[in-house]
C-alpha cells in the first residue's frame, strides 16, 4: 500500500509539473462548452415564415395576424398551396412555414379537429427545434385565449400541431451537445493522457525501472490511471456544472445515475489507453492512435454532431464499436428524457462488457513485458 | 544451492519466432565480484540481462539469481536485485528528495529508514544541497550517480548495471567506477554490461556475447592471455568480428589471412 501511494504521489507531481498539459486538460473541457454552445445557438429571432393558407377565413387570419404581431416573425410568404413551399426552404427564403387546413374556422366551429402543421428547416435541428415550438406555442396561446373566451362551447376542440421536419428527417439524434462534449473530454483525459503518460514511462526508461522492481503490474497500472480517472470525473461535473450555468441544459434524470455512467465511460476509456499505450513506444505514435483510434471516433461516430441514423449502414455498424455511441446515448437519456436504469440497462451493458474485456485485454498486454 | 553464488545460469535460452537471441548461455557469477558482461550491439546482452531480472520469461535452460528461480519465483528475484539502465531509472520531473522517496516506498522501506538512508547516500555523493532540486538540472554524471546510489538504496544481493555510463566524460565515469567498488566492497554483486574496454578491465571477470552465445569467459588477464592479445580490445574485435581482426591483429603464431582475401 505504501508503494502504491508512493506512485500515486508521483504521478500526480507529473501532473501538477507539466503546467501546459494541466492547463489545457482543465480548460479544454470549460472552453469547449462555451464554443459548442455558442456555435450551436437556439434562440429565435427574426424567423423567416412562410404561411399556406389554402381558403382564408376569420380563425386564419386571426391567427396569421397573431404570429405577427409577435415580432420573432416575418412572414415572407403567403402561399395557396403547400407544394409551393419546397423552392422557399431551398432558397433559404423561409425557414419555417404555418400551413393551415383548407375551412379551418368552419371545423372548428363543427367541433372537429383542425389540424395546422409547422414544418421547419431542419438543416440545423436544435434551432429548427426552437423556431417549431415558439410557433407552436402561439398558436396554443391563442388557441387557449378563444376557447376561454367561448366559454367551454366547442370545448374539446384543439389545434395539433402536426410537425414535420424537412431535410433532416433524423431529429431523433439532433444533437444537444453536452452529454457528446462528454464524452470527447473524457476520451482526451482517459485515453490519450493514460496513453500518453504510460508511453513516456517507456520513452524515458522509467518503465523499465518500475517492472523490475517488486511492483504487481495491478499496481503500476493504478497507480499510473488513478489520477486520470479523478481528472476525468472533476472534467464531467465542470462540463455539468458550466452547461448548467450559462446554457441552462437540465439533468431531468438522476445525477448520481449519470456520474456513475460517467465513470463507468472513464474506465472503458482508460482500459483503451493502455491497450494503446502496449502497442506503441513512442509518444508521438501513441498520441496519433489515440487520435485516429479513440477521438475521431467519438467525434464523428457517436452521434454527437452527425447522426447515426442518417449514416450508411457499414457506418451505422461501425458507430456500435464505439464505447462513445453507448455513452453518448445515456448520457442523453438521462439528461433530456429523464430516463433512468430501468431503459438505459442496455446502453449500460454494452459499457459494461466493453470495460469488461477492455480491461481484460490491457491486463494481458501489460503482462507480455517489455520485448 | 551454493551460496556462493550470485547468478547461476544454466544453458539459458532466449527465442523470438526463428530468431535465437540468446542461445545456450551457461555461466556462474560469485558473490561480491564485478562480472563484466561484453558483446557486440545484438550478440544478445539485453536479452539476456532481462532475463536474468525477470523481464522476459526464458524460452529454455534455467537461472538463479540471489538464490531464486528466475522461472517460478521471479517476484523474490525482483525484491533482492537492483537496476539500472542506460537511460537511467529517475523521473526527470521530480526532485532528488521525490526520486528516492518514491523508490524507497516501492521497496516498502519504512518512512524513517527511507530518511536516513537518503541523508547517507546525500553525504556521500555530496549531494546535500541538491536534495530539493529536480533531477532533470543536475548534470547528467550527476545524475548517474543518484541513479546507481538509488538503484542500491533497498541494499540488494544484486545489481544490474545496463551501460549505466554511456555519454560522460572519462573522469565521470572513472568516478562511477569508484561507487561500483565501493559497492562491491560492501558485498553487492555488481553485473554490469558497457562498450567501454577500459570499464571492462575494472572487472573482476568478464564474458564476451557472440551471437547469442558466450564466446569467452574469465579474468582480464586470463582473456588476453588466452587470445594472445595486447589488449582487451584486440580480445573483443577479434571475438566479435573475427573476419577483420584476423588481418589487423592477428598475433605471432596464428597464421594471417592472406591480404587478397580481406576485403
Same mark, same amino acid.
Given at each position: 500500500?505504501?508503494?502504491?501511494?508512493?506512485?500515486?504521489?508521483?504521478?500526480?507531481?507529473?501532473?501538477?509539473?507539466?503546467?501546459?498539459?494541466?492547463?489545457?486538460?482543465?480548460?479544454?473541457?470549460?472552453?469547449?462548452?462555451?464554443?459548442?454552445?455558442?456555435?450551436?445557438?437556439?434562440?429565435?429571432?427574426d424567423?423567416?415564415?412562410?404561411?399556406?393558407d389554402?381558403?382564408p377565413?376569420?380563425?386564419?387570419?386571426?391567427?396569421?395576424g397573431?404570429?405577427?404581431?409577435?415580432?420573432?416573425?416575418?412572414?415572407?410568404?403567403?402561399?395557396?398551396?403547400?407544394?409551393?413551399?419546397?423552392?422557399?426552404?431551398?432558397?433559404?427564403?423561409?425557414?419555417?412555414?404555418?400551413?393551415?387546413?383548407?375551412?379551418?374556422?368552419?371545423?372548428?366551429?363543427?367541433g372537429?379537429?383542425?389540424?395546422?402543421?409547422?414544418?421547419s428547416?431542419?438543416?440545423?435541428?436544435?434551432?429548427?427545434?426552437?423556431?417549431?415550438?415558439?410557433?407552436?406555442?402561439?398558436?396554443?396561446?391563442?388557441?387557449?385565449?378563444?376557447?376561454?373566451?367561448?366559454?367551454?362551447?366547442?370545448?374539446?376542440?384543439?389545434?395539433?400541431?402536426?410537425?414535420?421536419?424537412?431535410?433532416?428527417?433524423t431529429?431523433?439524434?439532433?444533437?444537444?451537445?453536452?452529454?457528446?462534449?462528454?464524452?470527447?473530454?473524457?476520451?482526451?483525459?482517459?485515453?490519450?493522457?493514460?496513453?500518453?503518460?504510460?508511453?513516456?514511462?517507456?520513452?524515458?526508461?522509467?518503465? %523499465? +525501472?518500475?517492472?523490475?522492481?517488486? =511492483?504487481? #503490474?495491478?499496481?503500476? *497500472?493504478?497507480?499510473?490511471? /488513478?489520477?486520470? &480517472?479523478?481528472?476525468?470525473?472533476?472534467?464531467?461535473?465542470?462540463?455539468?456544472?458550466?452547461?448548467?450555468l450559462?446554457?441552462?441544459?437540465?439533468?431531468?434524470g438522476?445525477?448520481?445515475l449519470?456520474?456513475?455512467?460517467?465513470?463507468?465511460?472513464?474506465?472503458?476509456?482508460?482500459a483503451?489507453?493502455?491497450v494503446?499505450?502496449?502497442?506503441?513506444?513512442?509518444?508521438?505514435?501513441?498520441?496519433?492512435?489515440?487520435?485516429v483510434?479513440?477521438?475521431?471516433?467519438?467525434?464523428?461516430?457517436?452521434?454527437?454532431?452527425?447522426?447515426?441514423?442518417?449514416?450508411?449502414?457499414?457506418?451505422?455498424?461501425?458507430a456500435?464499436?464505439?464505447?462513445?455511441?453507448?455513452?453518448?446515448?445515456?448520457?442523453?437519456?438521462?439528461?433530456? %428524457? +429523464?430516463?433512468?436504469?430501468?431503459? =438505459?440497462? #442496455?446502453?449500460?451493458? *454494452?459499457?459494461?462488457?466493453? /470495460?469488461?474485456? &477492455?480491461?481484460?485485454?490491457?491486463?494481458?498486454s501489460?503482462?507480455?513485458?517489455?520485448? | 544451492?551454493?551460496?556462493?553464488?550470485?547468478?547461476?545460469?544454466?544453458?539459458?535460452?532466449r527465442?523470438?519466432?526463428?530468431?535465437?537471441?540468446?542461445?545456450?548461455?551457461?555461466?556462474?557469477?560469485?558473490?561480491?565480484?564485478?562480472?563484466?558482461?561484453?558483446?557486440?550491439?545484438?550478440?544478445?546482452?539485453?536479452t539476456?540481462?532481462?532475463?536474468l531480472?525477470?523481464?522476459?520469461?526464458?524460452?529454455?535452460?534455467?537461472?538463479?539469481?540471489?538464490?531464486?528461480?528466475?522461472?517460478?519465483?521471479?517476484?523474490?528475484?525482483?525484491?533482492?536485485?537492483?537496476?539500472?539502465?542506460?537511460?537511467?531509472?529517475?523521473?526527470?520531473?521530480?526532485?532528488?528528495?521525490?526520486n528516492?522517496?518514491?523508490?524507497?516506498g516501492?521497496?516498502?522501506?519504512?518512512p524513517?529508514?527511507?530518511?536516513?538512508?537518503?541523508?547517507?547516500?546525500l553525504?556521500?555523493?555530496g549531494?546535500?544541497?541538491?536534495?530539493?532540486?529536480?533531477?532533470?538540472?543536475?548534470?547528467?554524471?550527476?545524475?548517474?550517480?543518484?541513479a546507481?546510489?538509488?538503484?542500491?538504496?533497498?541494499?540488494?544481493?544484486?545489481?544490474?548495471?545496463?551501460?549505466?555510463?554511456?555519454?560522460?566524460?572519462?573522469?565521470?565515469?572513472?568516478?562511477?567506477?569508484?561507487?561500483?567498488?565501493?559497492?562491491?566492497h560492501?558485498?553487492?554483486?555488481?553485473?554490469?554490461?558497457?562498450?567501454?574496454?577500459?570499464?571492462?578491465?575494472?572487472?573482476?571477470?568478464?564474458?564476451?556475447?557472440?551471437?547469442?552465445?558466450?564466446?569467452?569467459?574469465?579474468?582480464?588477464?586470463?582473456?588476453?592471455?588466452?587470445?594472445?592479445?595486447?589488449?582487451?580490445?584486440?580480445?573483443?574485435?577479434?571475438?566479435?568480428?573475427?573476419e577483420?581482426?584476423a588481418?589487423?591483429?592477428?598475433?605471432?603464431?596464428?597464421?594471417?589471412?592472406?591480404?587478397?582475401?580481406?576485403?
Amino acid at each position: 500500500m505504501n508503494a502504491l501511494r508512493g506512485l500515486l504521489r508521483k504521478e500526480g507531481y507529473h501532473i501538477l509539473r507539466d503546467r501546459r498539459t494541466l492547463m489545457v486538460l482543465i480548460l479544454m473541457p470549460i472552453v469547449q462548452v462555451v464554443l459548442f454552445g455558442y456555435s450551436i445557438r437556439t434562440d429565435v429571432t427574426d424567423v423567416r415564415l412562410a404561411i399556406v393558407d389554402p381558403a382564408p377565413d376569420p380563425v386564419t387570419l386571426a391567427l396569421r395576424g397573431r404570429l405577427a404581431a409577435t415580432n420573432l416573425f416575418r412572414t415572407v410568404a403567403v402561399l395557396p398551396r403547400a407544394s409551393e413551399l419546397e423552392p422557399l426552404f431551398k432558397r433559404d427564403a423561409a425557414q419555417v412555414a404555418v400551413v393551415f387546413e383548407p375551412r379551418l374556422g368552419e371545423r372548428l366551429a363543427r367541433g372537429l379537429p383542425a389540424r395546422v402543421q409547422v414544418i421547419s428547416d431542419a438543416t440545423e435541428p436544435n434551432t429548427g427545434v426552437a423556431r417549431q415550438s415558439y410557433v407552436a406555442a402561439v398558436i396554443e396561446a391563442w388557441d387557449r385565449e378563444r376557447r376561454a373566451a367561448e366559454g367551454g362551447r366547442g370545448g374539446g376542440i384543439q389545434i395539433v400541431p402536426d410537425s414535420r421536419m424537412r431535410f433532416n428527417p433524423t431529429r431523433e439524434s439532433s444533437n444537444l451537445f453536452v452529454p457528446g462534449l462528454m464524452a470527447m473530454v473524457l476520451t482526451i483525459i482517459a485515453s490519450m493522457m493514460t496513453a500518453l503518460s504510460l508511453t513516456r514511462e517507456k520513452e524515458t526508461g522509467t518503465m %523499465e +525501472g518500475l517492472l523490475v522492481s517488486p =511492483l504487481r #503490474p495491478w499496481q503500476i *497500472v493504478i497507480g499510473k490511471v /488513478a489520477p486520470y &480517472l479523478a481528472i476525468g470525473f472533476i472534467g464531467v461535473i465542470a462540463v455539468l456544472a458550466e452547461a448548467r450555468l450559462i446554457f441552462h441544459v437540465p439533468v431531468r434524470g438522476s445525477l448520481a445515475l449519470l456520474l456513475g455512467e460517467g465513470l463507468l465511460y472513464i474506465l472503458v476509456s482508460l482500459a483503451l489507453g493502455i491497450v494503446i499505450s502496449a502497442r506503441t513506444s513512442s509518444q508521438r505514435v501513441a498520441m496519433m492512435a489515440a487520435l485516429v483510434g479513440t477521438m475521431l471516433p467519438t467525434v464523428l461516430l457517436s452521434g454527437f454532431i452527425f447522426p447515426i441514423e442518417s449514416m450508411p449502414w457499414p457506418l451505422r455498424w461501425l458507430a456500435n464499436i464505439v464505447p462513445a455511441k453507448w455513452f453518448v446515448a445515456i448520457a442523453r437519456g438521462i439528461m433530456l %428524457e +429523464g430516463t433512468g436504469i430501468a431503459y =438505459l440497462w #442496455p446502453e449500460t451493458l *454494452v459499457l459494461m462488457v466493453m /470495460a469488461l474485456v &477492455l480491461l481484460a485485454v490491457s491486463a494481458r498486454s501489460f503482462n507480455v513485458r517489455l520485448e | 544451492m551454493n551460496e556462493s553464488l550470485a547468478i547461476r545460469a544454466r544453458e539459458l535460452t532466449r527465442t523470438f519466432g526463428a530468431f535465437t537471441a540468446v542461445d545456450h548461455i551457461t555461466f556462474d557469477v560469485r558473490a561480491g565480484e564485478v562480472f563484466g558482461f561484453l558483446g557486440a550491439n545484438g550478440a544478445g546482452k539485453t536479452t539476456a540481462i532481462r532475463m536474468l531480472t525477470g523481464l522476459l520469461a526464458p524460452s529454455g535452460g534455467e537461472a538463479v539469481v540471489a538464490g531464486h528461480d528466475i522461472r517460478t519465483e521471479s517476484e523474490a528475484v525482483k525484491r533482492d536485485i537492483g537496476y539500472m539502465s542506460q537511460r537511467f531509472s529517475l523521473y526527470d520531473d521530480l526532485t532528488v528528495r521525490e526520486n528516492i522517496q518514491l523508490y524507497g516506498g516501492i521497496y516498502d522501506l519504512p518512512p524513517a529508514e527511507i530518511r536516513a538512508r537518503m541523508r547517507r547516500m546525500l553525504d556521500r555523493l555530496g549531494l546535500q544541497r541538491s536534495e530539493s532540486a529536480l533531477v532533470r538540472s543536475l548534470p547528467l554524471g550527476w545524475k548517474q550517480k543518484l541513479a546507481f546510489s538509488v538503484a542500491l538504496l533497498h541494499e540488494p544481493r544484486i545489481v544490474f548495471l545496463d551501460e549505466p555510463t554511456g555519454g560522460v566524460d572519462p573522469i565521470t565515469r572513472r568516478q562511477f567506477w569508484e561507487l561500483i567498488y565501493e559497492a562491491a566492497h560492501a558485498g553487492t554483486t555488481v553485473f554490469v554490461t558497457t562498450h567501454y574496454m577500459d570499464e571492462a578491465e575494472y572487472c573482476d571477470r568478464i564474458s564476451i556475447m557472440v551471437a547469442g552465445r558466450i564466446g569467452a569467459l574469465g579474468t582480464p588477464h586470463e582473456l588476453k592471455a588466452q587470445f594472445g592479445a595486447a589488449s582487451l580490445d584486440d580480445v573483443f574485435v577479434r571475438l566479435a568480428r573475427p573476419e577483420r581482426a584476423a588481418g589487423a591483429a592477428g598475433a605471432p603464431g596464428e597464421p594471417l589471412a592472406p591480404r587478397g582475401a580481406t576485403p
